[in-house]
């Protein structure tokens, strides 16, 4: 099974340039998630979606926006890419809010 | 503020046993997961932990300390494809998941 795939798995983008993230599971999980992982610290979440049709912020959420039009696809997009928007991202999923997570294998995303 | 602490890094020797130590504190408390993370791919998880005590997963256990804000991961008979990121993550009253750093573990011969 796929789990969740992520795409594209690397890209170099010049500042000011929008960019999506593209984010589909098919475990029909109810829960997705955006985070952001950067050296020497912890993996943080930037937006967050308990059920299709909802989205929420996370601790980061300036500069990105989601969406979550059905279960399986949670888009991650950068409207205006600013350098400390490089970093390593990773979309998530869980069967329910307080269960374990299933990782994507991350986008690495450079903003010259 | 809400904080997770863990060692930055750690080395071992195969075959030996390592405690993996995760201090936290959160505003609430509902459950206490470790995540395995080799270098350029995804966390996996391990364990997680709600009650106080020791949760055996094979050569990984998982403790936890609610009391004193306290969790560790033990890793037996270490083998060379243990060497990854350990990531700690505890979740609050919201169930918002408060991450570590992670703990890199160097397993040498």
């Known amino acids: 099974t796929a789990g969740i795939t992520q795409a594209p798995t690397s890209q170099i983008l010049a500042a000011g340039r929008s960019m999506t993230l593209r984010c589909t599971q098919d475990m029909r999980h109810n829960a997705m998630y955006w985070y952001r992982q950067d050296l020497g610290l912890g993996l943080r979440l930037i937006h967050y979606?308990?059920?299709?049709?909802?989205?929420g912020k996370g601790e980061v959420p300036d500069g990105y926006s989601v969406s979550r039009a059905n279960t399986d696809d949670f888009p991650l997009t950068l409207a205006s890419a600013v350098p400390s928007q490089t970093s390593v991202y990773f979309c998530?999923?869980?069967?329910?809010?307080?269960?374990?997570?299933?990782f994507g294998e991350g986008s690495r995303l450079t903003v010259l | 503020g809400q904080n997770i602490d863990q060692p930055t890094e750690m080395t071992a020797t195969e075959g030996a046993i390592v405690q993996i130590n995760c201090t936290y504190q959160?505003?609430?408390?509902?459950?206490l997961f470790w995540y395995q993370q080799h270098a350029g791919e995804a966390p996996t998880f391990l364990s997680y932990?709600?009650l106080d005590g020791l949760e055996e997963k094979g050569r990984f256990s998982s403790f936890l300390s609610r009391s004193k804000g306290y969790s560790y991961l033990l890793l037996k008979e270490l083998q060379m494809k243990d060497s990854a990121s350990y990531l700690c993550?505890?979740?609050?009253?919201?169930?918002?998941?408060?991450w570590g750093a992670g703990t890199k573990l160097i397993i040498k011969p």
């Open positions: 998530a999923s869980s069967d329910r809010v307080a269960g374990e997570l299933f």
């Open positions: 979606s308990n059920t299709a049709g909802t989205t």
């Open positions: 932990n709600v």
């Open positions: 993550a505890a979740r609050d009253s919201n169930y918002q998941l408060i």
């Open positions: 959160t505003s609430g408390f509902n459950g």
